[in-house]
């Protein structure tokens, strides 16, 4: 299934029509079964989503007691850094969804540094897939080890990485688990945990969000056929569909 690229003027607009096209997706979802599995991304895209969200004259209509959110990666630092994507998260605004609604005990954080596993990353991220298949288990759309995504939303970097695959990274050819450790990550901080390639793309939609003229190649290389260890986002498609949500700076390079 091919990709589809979708272009808006700025990083403001972008935001605000990722923001709107999220509540669509969760109440159509909600419509169909009930609950919700989103997964977040970090970086400023994510951040400036959460904004819009929380802003959004139409975020009241989802019924946000029943949306998991997780994660798709996250610095491995301590759970109160503000390195970490939940906690940058939580202050664009997701700490005041749940005056919306928002059960916190369905905002699946990933491990910190200082949780029990300490320095043993790969147990941190063995604890993540055990969540996510414990969540599995329990809802209806359970698939294999996690649950079905509605929506896996991926910022991405000016190298094309997405969560934290890199290039050149065995990471990328991972295909027994739902989740990885990076502990050398080319951008700091160095130790990361990630999901793999084949959950992000068990998700009905994949949306990757690009704003900012340093992501022009990467965004070129990626939508145009890249190999996945140069360009690790030309490796996440969606089942149904694959949304590359983009300002005119991201796509200057597109044919
Ligand atoms: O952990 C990280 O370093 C970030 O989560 C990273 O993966 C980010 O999502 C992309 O680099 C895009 O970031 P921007 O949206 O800020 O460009």
């Known amino acids: 299934m091919t990709s589809q690229v979708i272009v808006h003027p700025d990083k403001a ?52 007691e029943l949306v998991h959110l997780w994660w798709g990666d996250e610095r491995y630092v301590e759970r109160e850094s503000s390195d970490r994507n939940a906690t940058q998260a939580r202050e664009a605004g997701l700490g005041r969804m749940a005056a919306l609604g928002l059960d916190p005990d369905l905002v699946h954080e990933m491990p910190a540094i200082d949780d029990p596993e ?40 000016p190298d094309a990485h997405v969560a934290s695959l890199f290039p050149g990274k065995d990471t990328l050819d991972v295909t027994d688990r739902t989740v990885v450790p990076e502990s050398d990550s080319p951008k700091p901080p160095p130790a990361r945990l990630s999901l793999t390639l084949p959950v992000l793309c068990s998700a009905d939609e994949v949306w990757l969000l690009v704003a900012g003229g340093d992501k022009a190649q990467a965004v070129a290389a990626a939508t145009g056929g890249a190999d996945v260890h140069e360009a690790p986002a030309a490796g996440v498609t969606g089942r149904r569909r694959t949304l590359w949500l983009v300002d005119e700076a991201a796509a200057a390079d597109l044919p």
């Not at 419509?31 to 895209?45: D, I, N, P, R």
């Not at 897939?129 to 939303?153: K, N």
């Open 13 to 64: 607009t972008l935001a605000a029509a990722i923001a709107a096209r999220l509540v669509t997706a969760i109440t159509d979802a909600q419509a169909q079964h009930g609950e919700a599995h989103v997964v977040l991304t970090g970086g400023s895209m994510g951040n400036a989503l959460i904004e819009a969200l929380v802003d959004s004259p139409a975020a009241p209509a989802v019924s946000w």
């Open 118 to 157: 300490g320095d043993d990353i790969g147990a941190a991220a063995d604890r993540y897939a055990a969540e996510l298949a414990r969540v599995a288990g329990t809802s209806d759309r359970g698939g294999d080890g996690a649950p079905t995504f509605d929506v896996v939303m991926l910022g991405v970097g």
